[in-house]
Antibody, heavy 119, light 113 residues
Framework: EVQLVESGGGLVQPGGSLRLSCAAS????????FHWVRQAPGKGLVWVSR????????AYADSVKGRFTISRDNAKNTLYVQMNSLRVEDTALYFC????????????WGQGTVVTVSS | DIVMTQSPDSLAVSLGERATINCKSS????????????LAWYQQKPGQPPKLLIY???TRESGVPGRFSGSGSGTDFTLTISSLQAEDVAVYYC?????????FGQGTKLEIK
């Protein structure tokens, strides 16, 4: 069974930093692109970032560009996002997700980890 | 960026009745080289991550009940639940995966009337 487990969320002050992790199991991790998607309390889904299989290509939403850095360690089957210069509006539940099918929709999601940015 | 707009924002349907949710994209999601629409539908229940229902605009994900169907092409898409069940109460999102950023619609909250 494919499983994604996020960790690293917590309470941080504005301007602070946090690193989220997403541990994957049940799949050949290096073969897949991975994404971060966030959901502010009571709001909809927002795509944040993605990384390709070997980590050489990344993409970001404009709202996080220059502040967030996505990366992966294929030896540890783990996806990361380093979040710097955090803002109150970054408060959200952060999901990692991937597509394991012949399509490119997100068929596997983690349960998410909560990030709260507040003074 | 491709903007995805869903309608309505919320919907109340009686058990056993049909529910229809619309999704419109600001650019075509039809890739001419393979004639596929890069559009997915997700269901999200409270306290859970989203669940993929439909991809390629009309292909049901494995295990998804047959009462869920997707249709449309280009810029206009529809998710239909043919006979609403109590367990279908959720928020439904469309998403384009034609290009990055992978934008979602704002969501449609489906309730029982």
């Amino acid at each position: 069974e494919v499983q994604l487990v996020e960790s690293g969320g917590g309470l941080v002050q504005p301007g602070g930093s946090l690193r989220l992790s997403c541990a994957a199991s049940g799949l050949t991790f290096r073969n897949y692109y991975f994404h971060w998607v966030r959901q502010a309390p009571g709001k909809g889904l927002v795509w944040v970032s993605r990384v390709n299989g070997d980590g050489s290509s990344t993409a970001y939403a404009d709202s996080v560009k220059g502040r967030f850095t996505i990366s992966r360690d294929n030896a540890k089957n783990t996806l990361y996002v380093q979040m710097n210069s955090l803002r109150v509006e970054d408060t959200a539940l952060y999901f990692c997700a991937t597509s394991t099918g012949a399509h490119d929709a997100f068929d596997i999601w983690g349960q998410g980890t909560v990030v709260t940015v507040s003074s | 960026d491709i903007v995805m707009t869903q309608s309505p924002d919320s919907l109340a349907v009686s058990l056993g009745e049909r529910a229809t949710i619309n999704c419109k994209s600001s650019q075509t999601l039809l890739y001419s080289s393979n004639n596929k629409n890069y559009l997915a539908w997700y269901q999200q229940k409270p306290g859970q991550p989203p669940k993929l229902l439909i991809y390629w605009a009309s292909t049901r994900e494995s295990g998804v009940p047959g009462r869920f169907s997707g249709s449309g092409s280009g810029t206009d898409f529809t998710l239909t639940i043919s006979s609403l069940q109590a367990e279908d109460v959720a928020v439904y999102y469309c998403q384009q995966y034609y290009t990055t950023p992978r934008t979602f619609g704002q969501g449609t909250k489906l309730e029982i009337k």
